[in-house]
């Protein structure tokens, strides 16, 4: 079974920057999927940001710039970091790992994001 822990979420005030970290209990390969999507209230679940195990990129349109999405093989753990966030940043944000050879997706729990005006 594929485990995804997430941490780094908080408050911060617009404007700030926050890390999200997210370690998977098995060895990230390298076409391995690894992603960052948030669910607001009352909204669905959107992209973020995907990262391969290779360090491929993609990120979500309304983060360009602001987001940047990076990996460390070697410790299984991807990370998120956000800067010049604004409150519609505000959201849950998830870790997603999708196993390249059969293409299983495996969440984390979500760790809060809220950003105060």
């Known amino acids: 079974q594929v485990q995804l822990v997430e941490s780094g979420g908080g408050l911060v005030q617009a404007g700030g920057s926050l890390r999200l970290s997210c370690v998977v209990s098995v060895k990230i390969l390298t076409f391995d999927v690894m992603g960052w999507y948030r669910q607001a209230p009352g909204k669905q679940r959107e992209l973020v940001a995907t990262?391969?195990?290779?360090?491929?990129?993609n990120y979500a349109d309304s983060v360009k710039g602001r987001f940047s999405i990076s990996r460390d093989t070697a410790k299984n753990t991807v990370y998120l970091q956000m800067s010049s966030l604004s409150p519609e940043d505000t959201a849950v944000y998830y870790c997603?790992?999708?196993?390249?050879?059969?293409?299983?997706?495996?969440w984390g729990q979500g760790t809060q994001v809220t950003v105060s005006s």
């Open positions: 997603k790992y999708r196993r390249s050879f059969d293409g299983s997706d495996f």
């Open positions: 990262i391969t195990g290779g360090g491929g990129t």
